[in-house]
């Protein structure tokens, strides 16, 4: 059992791990409270505010804010590393009038996923990357989700394709849809 849990709150956390990775978001705390049998939403809520102290999750006010900041505890050597972890969504494209279309959700170090606030998500470098930049394709960006930039910022932004990066000039666009906060590459 992980260290600190109690039997209860290793079955939710994990339960939270695969219902993600199965359907690409969280469950809500409603389905969280009819896999376990739970009848209110206050039951379900008091495991879920014990795995956040514990350091396992973060939950924001919406539905489905539920985050994982820690390894699955069922990986062997979960508990060799003390830097904690942030699941969050891999979007191929933000519709203005529709959900974010999620890939997959990636793990990403804490100190990177903070600057992102709770409703932060990645995107996928596109082919051309960003002109002059050290941003090359591939690369994976921590957004954090604002309707601004100013000049000089990298920032994501709406395209007929799904979303792009680019630096801000004096005009900043309209199709902004967040600041870029952090980087991952894989080399």
């Known amino acids: 059992m992980a260290k600190g849990l109690t039997e209860k709150q290793r079955k939710i956390l994990e339960y939270v791990i695969d219902f993600q990775k199965e359907n690409g978001f969280p469950p809500t705390i409603r389905e969280l409270g009819e896999a376990f049998g739970i009848g209110s939403l206050r039951g379900v809520t008091v495991h879920l505010d014990a795995l956040v102290r514990k350091g396992f999750i973060t939950r924001g006010r919406t539905s489905r804010s539920i985050r994982i900041t820690a390894p699955d505890p069922r990986d062997p050597g979960h508990g060799g590393s003390r830097e ?104």
Do not use: S
């Open 84 to 187: 904690t972890f942030a699941r969050l969504p891999l979007v191929t494209d933000l519709p203005a009038d529709a959900d974010p279309q999620i890939e997959r959700y990636v793990l990403v170090p804490e100190e990177l996923a903070t600057p992102a606030t709770a409703a932060g998500f990645v995107i996928r470098v596109g082919a051309a990357g960003i002109a002059g930049e050290p941003i090359v394709p591939g690369d994976l960006v921590v957004i954090r989700p604002q309707e601004t930039a100013a000049a000089g910022d990298i920032a994501a932004i709406r395209l007929d394709g799904g979303l792009g990066v680019r630096r801000v000039g004096n005009g900043a666009g309209t199709d902004v849809v967040g600041r870029v906060v952090g980087l991952l590459r894989r080399y």
